[in-house]
């Protein structure tokens, strides 16, 4: 008995090294589709000569419109929606193929992810998270988000969980994680400007010191050993960076003009 298809769908700029590890767990899968957003790399040869569906857009539009652009140019049943630095592992795989052989109606599924930070898995800090990332292609996508994308969830729809990581990747230095927490707060702070909101450096101060208890003492980051101290400091670093972007915006004479 044939089993339903499916498309897998990565955004990609500049990755060139760790690419290649993503494509390699997808050799499974009926299509992948590539939307670059100007790669200066081999991120493009690399990902033509595994034979995926490579379109550029190098208008960045937000990683919620590029996730709807990638999934436009599917043609599959299925859609796993995967990033570049991601890994599907062999368990995640035999459990997607399960599921295709007989596929449940309306379902968005659930995908455990681990990430891969500073030289070990987290298994806790709120970093072994749960998130949608394999759903029926007519059924939904994702919504408009400049950063932190999410798949709608339509009414009618139900979830599962399946079983096996999702293997991630995240941050290949310190200097990666700065640059790419820089990126996310920007991103943030636009959102919030766009719609008139303003902040405080107290309130970036409150946050960011919740933040690193949240972390750290309720989702047991100290179990991580020093990573989990790490990134629960660095994650509430960022989280003060954010707001003190946006009221900087608001303080700053000269962006005002």
Known sequence: MS??????IIITKNEEKILPECL?????????IVVDSGSTDRTVEIAENV???VHV???????????QLAQSYATQDWILAIDADEVVSEELKQSILRELESPKDNTLFILRR?????????????????????????????????VHEK???PANGKKDTLQGDLLHYSYKDLNNYLVKSAGYAKAWA???EQKGKKTSISQGMIHAISCFLKMYVLKRGFLDGKQGFLIAVLSAHS???????????????????
């Open 3 to 8: 089993r339903a298809t499916i498309s897998a």
């Open 51 to 53: 034979g995926a569906k």
């Open 114 to 146: 681990k990430t891969w930070v500073f030289g070990r898995f987290l298994n806790h800090s709120g970093w072994y998270d749960k998130i949608v990332r394999f759903y029926p292609r007519t059924l939904t996508g994702y919504n408009d988000a400049l």
């Open 151 to 153: 798949i709608i969830e």
């Open 190 to 192: 636009d959102t919030r």
């Open 239 to 257: 989280t003060f960076v954010k707001y003190a972007d946006l009221w900087i915006r608001a303080n700053d004479e000269r962006h005002s003009k």
């Open 24 to 32: 390699a767990s997808l050799d499974w899968v009926d299509e992948i």
């Open 57 to 67: 857009n190098d208008e960045w539009p937000g990683f919620g419109k590029q996730k």
